[in-house]
């Protein structure tokens, strides 16, 4: 048995950031119910959970943590753990991690400190180049290789014999392993174990990745995606095989988080959960069977093929409420070099059929892209008054980001317009949920006029979706003084409602003391 501590880092988001997810963290739970399966001792420090509403200074100026200070995240480690497993998931949020892992490593410099996430699988060399506090970074889905790691702890195995893993080599150059398969039956996996997650402060504070609905659990009920759009990381972090989980499975799941934990809404945070109809169609069927009264939401940005108006309807009466549908331009020269392979005639058309029976939707836009010239930039804008006026309850327009892991961003290294990677250059991938940053990766258009092209392409849906229905006004202001929300924009103002009512944090747990060496 290895005793593991898995930490989840506090969300780092720009200073005037517009939103700040405040999340359960699903990848963590599921390697640790793994790690446990494998008769292993894991402890979670989740700094978002324990402290959601803190809000403090990071080291660089344009960043600002939510959750655990670092000081009272090191103070919970226990000193006899024997390996340190951090998530990594957003770029942006790299020079807050890194700080963390500095100040894990000047209290327990003989443990091992190991990265896994979306970051760590994208930026793995750039990650074990510049931190060496870093030991070893797991690559892609973690939950078979943390059990094999945990044996690598424990002194029972090499780790270049593991594969899916980045470390250094001899001569301390960063090195991959081995690759290593996908899990092609995620049904097999256990579930989460939320037992090691503060779980009640999500439930009961109303936090979730979607709209409000009550006591919200996020489900996998699909891993990976088939698509491959240039601006995405989930080719490298999932590489492009999609799996989808038993029907049955997936249901008895959701039951059983009904029974245990009275939940009252699940949030699906797929990257793409609707792709074949069939799936789609037998699910709803289930929860049908089973009468579970219960709502349920797609706040990920999914596709709308097989979103017709009776697979809609069947949604619709299963619980469904809140979809988001992820058009991502309003020009098809961007979305034949973006390679986002949809048809915006069968958007529109689905999004009439979805406000007929009655589901909120949420459009994300993105402009910026870096060959885009005015005129594609103006058709996203346009579109986005379309979709409002069609009915859609929120159309944010978010500016282009490079991710790493994108091929994009490879792209834009190749062409020397990201060039060195540093703490500035992670904070400005911010941008995209920021309206008083701009991005500078669109070579026709500058970084103030997209900012006006976006703030007039929302401003404008707003206003067209509020004038063309008044009584979202009323519903609006009623919601945001009940703490309630149905859309996006109603969950926005309530969240700023209760960050800005939140309560002094509270005082520090004692700091373990070290080992008691055996007599």
Excluded at 338 to 350: E, M, T
Aim: positive net charge; contains cysteine; proline residues 7%.
């Amino acid at each position: 048995m290895t005793a593991i501590t898995l930490i989840r880092p506090p969300t780092v988001a720009t200073a005037n950031s517009y939103s700040v997810p405040i999340t359960p963290p699903l990848g963590l739970a599921y390697v640790a119910a793994s790690l446990e399966a494998a008769g292993h001792q894991v402890t979670i420090i989740d700094a978002v959970g324990e402290a959601p509403l803190h809000r403090e200074a990071t080291c660089h100026p344009r960043l600002v943590a939510h959750g655990l200070s670092i000081e009272d995240i090191v103070r919970r480690v226990d000193p006899c753990t024997r390996g340190i497993g951090v998530s990594a998931m957003f770029s942006q949020e790299w020079p807050h991690t890194e700080q963390l892992i500095l100040a894990l490593h000047r209290r327990l410099p003989q443990v091992p400190i190991f990265l896994g996430g979306e970051h760590a699988t994208a930026a793995w060399d750039y990650v074990l180049g510049t931190c060496p506090a870093v030991s070893f970074c797991v690559l892609g889905e973690g939950e078979q290789t943390a059990i094999e790691v945990a044996e690598h702890l424990a002194d029972q195995r090499s780790l270049s014999s593991v594969a899916g893993v980045a470390c250094r080599d001899a001569r301390g150059t960063p090195m991959r392993t081995a690759e290593r398969p996908r899990v092609r039956q995620p049904s097999t996996l256990p579930r989460p174990a939320w037992h090691l997650v503060p779980l009640p402060a999500y439930l009961d504070g109303g936090f979730g990745h979607g709209v409000d609905r009550g006591r919200s659990m996020p489900i996998l009920a699909t891993r990976g995606c088939p698509y491959q759009c240039a601006f995405c990381s989930s080719p490298t972090m999932w590489t492009t095989r999609y799996f989808l989980r038993d029907v049955t499975n997936v249901v008895d799941e959701i039951e059983e988080y009904v029974r245990r934990y009275h939940v009252t809404n699940i949030d699906f945070y797929d990257l793409t959960a609707i792709v074949k109809r069939r799936w789609i169609l037998a699910f709803c069927a289930e929860l049908e069977r089973r009468a579970l009264n219960i709502t349920w939401q797609l706040p990920s940005g999914t596709r709308t093929e097989a979103l017709d108006r009776e697979v809609l309807g069947a949604l619709y009466r299963t619980g469904c409420r809140n979809i988001t549908y992820a058009p991502e331009s309003g020009s098809p020269a961007t979305l034949e070099r973006i390679r986002k392979r949809i048809s915006l005639a069968g958007i529109v058309r689905s999004i009439r059929d979805a406000k007929r029976v009655g589901i909120s939707l949420k459009c994300n836009l993105i402009i910026g892209f870096p060959d885009e010239t005015r005129r594609d930039a103006w058709r996203t804008v346009l579109l986005a008054w379309r979709l409002a006026c069609l009915g859609a309850d929120d159309v944010p327009l978010y500016l282009f980001s490079p991710y790493p892991g994108s091929s994009l961003f490879a792209e834009l290294r190749r062409r020397g317009v990201i060039g060195r990677l540093d703490n500035d250059y992670f904070a400005s991938l911010g941008c995209f949920m920021d309206l008083t940053t701009g991005s500078g990766y669109c070579r026709a258009v500058g970084p103030r006029e997209l900012n006006f092209y976006r703030f007039i392409g929302m401003a404008g849906a707003y206003l067209l979706g509020y004038l063309s229905r008044p009584w979202r006004i009323l519903r609006t202001i009623r919601n945001v003084c009940t703490g309630r929300s149905q859309t996006v924009i109603e969950q926005r103002l309530c969240d700023a409602l209760k960050r800005r009512l939140a309560p002094p944090a509270a005082e520090p747990e004692p700091v373990p003391q070290p080992c008691t060496p055996a007599v």
